[in-house]
């Protein structure tokens, strides 16, 4: 099964090229920031758990 990461892998090594030390919070942070719809601040268990009143 192929990871919504796939199509962003080679940005991501660009980035860890040029800092090496980057977190992965910081690569999350900056695909958040680069493609809002799909890397959202909804985390997994957000889009989990059921709405509240549900």
């Known amino acids: 099964?192929?990871?919504k990461?796939?199509?962003h892998i080679a940005?991501?090594?660009g980035w860890l090229a040029e800092q090496p030390q980057l977190t992965a919070l910081a690569i999350v942070g900056r695909l958040s920031e680069?493609?809002?719809k799909?890397?959202?601040k909804r985390t997994v268990f957000d889009r989990?758990?059921?709405a509240e009143g549900a």
């Open 34 to 36: 680069n493609h809002p």
């Open 1 to 3: 099964m192929p990871s």
């Open 5 to 7: 990461l796939d199509p």
């Open 48 to 50: 989990a758990a059921p």
């Open 11 to 13: 940005a991501i090594e």
């Open 38 to 40: 799909e890397f959202g």
